[in-house]
């Protein structure tokens, strides 16, 4: 009934349609996003047809006999269309697990998408993974906020925000991404000493590719960049892939007034706001300060999990 198939780059069209009309992918798991870094991980995605329809894609690389629901992306695991049954995934996991060992790989490492980016529930994948054994190895903590439920910033991000407000803080879309990623880097050197996952170019050539879907967006005064946060828009949710605010955009609350700003008006119409997680070290550190200051916000838990699916 199903057939796997590996991917190439002449099925990009297709691969792209399943993931458009499908019911827990995004722009992330379309190949012009996937594709950005190929050069760095070996590609052994598939694509999953029943009686010469595809019905489904599976992001995947490997290293080292360890399949992995990609490696160069945060989530994501088996991407379904509607018509795609229960019963069907249970025997879509069968062909994946025979696949997979007959090209000498020994178990899968699972990013399962949270359902916070689902446009339709599609969990058949955690229960398959139940029943062929697989077991929880990593749960991140990610902060959301609910926008279409009653929620609250606490006092004193409020008085923060209103603060701002009358202040001269200017904020707007940012058309280049240069500036915000000088600042983004500064920050991430300066107080983790780190760098942003993205280069400059990569992230100019992702946004050129999907200019609807990554956005900056700027607080400045007087032409001085003091904040900005770069966000995904998955049309249902939103995430905040990057945050960052200068000394004195700290000072001032701009970060404050510009999350205010996305929160409450430019993505208000939408179902979820992601801040993205704060655990570190596979999810068994987390970070206080920094899940405090998203939960100031009215953001709560949703986890990120990840399973491990001997073969």
Do not use: C
């Amino acid at each position: 009934m199903f057939t796997l198939s590996a991917y190439t780059p002449s099925d990009a069209a297709r691969w792209d349609a399943v993931v458009a009309h499908s019911r827990n992918g995004n722009f992330l798991h379309r190949r012009g996003y996937m594709d950005y870094h190929a050069d760095r991980f070996v590609d052994v995605s598939l694509i999953v047809e029943r009686n010469g329809e595809p019905l489904a894609v599976f992001p995947a690389s490997i290293q080292d006999h360890a399949v992995s629901s990609h490696a160069g992306l945060t989530y994501a695991g088996l991407i379904t269309t509607r018509a795609m049954r229960t019963e069907w995934v249970l025997d879509v996991f069968e062909l994946l697990g025979k696949h997979y060992r007959s090209t000498g790989a020994t178990r899968v490492v699972y990013k399962a998408i949270p359902h916070i980016f689902h446009t339709y529930p599609a969990e058949e994948d955690l229960y398959a993974l139940h029943r062929l054994g697989a077991r929880l190895q990593r749960r991140d903590v990610s902060s959301v906020i609910a926008l279409r439920e009653p929620f609250d910033f606490n006092d004193g991000r409020r008085r923060a925000v209103d603060k701002a407000r009358r202040s001269d803080i200017q904020v707007q879309i940012g058309r280049e991404l240069a500036d915000f990623h000088a600042l983004l880097s500064g920050v991430l050197r300066d107080r983790y000493d780190t760098a942003p996952t993205h280069s400059l170019a990569e992230l100019t050539l992702l946004r050129d590719r999907f200019p609807q879907q990554i956005v900056v967006h700027e607080a400045r005064s007087d032409g001085r960049l003091l904040a900005g946060v770069l966000i995904y828009d998955f049309g249902r949710s939103v995430h905040t892939q990057y945050l960052a605010a200068s000394e004195e955009g700290r000072e001032r609350n701009a970060l404050n007034l510009l999350l205010a700003g996305l929160i409450e008006h430019t993505y208000a119409d939408r179902h979820y706001f992601s801040f993205g997680i704060s655990t570190e070290r596979e999810g068994q550190v987390l970070n206080s300060g920094l899940i405090t200051q998203k939960e100031h916000f009215g953001a709560r838990a949703v986890v990120h999990d990840f399973y491990e699916w001997m073969l």
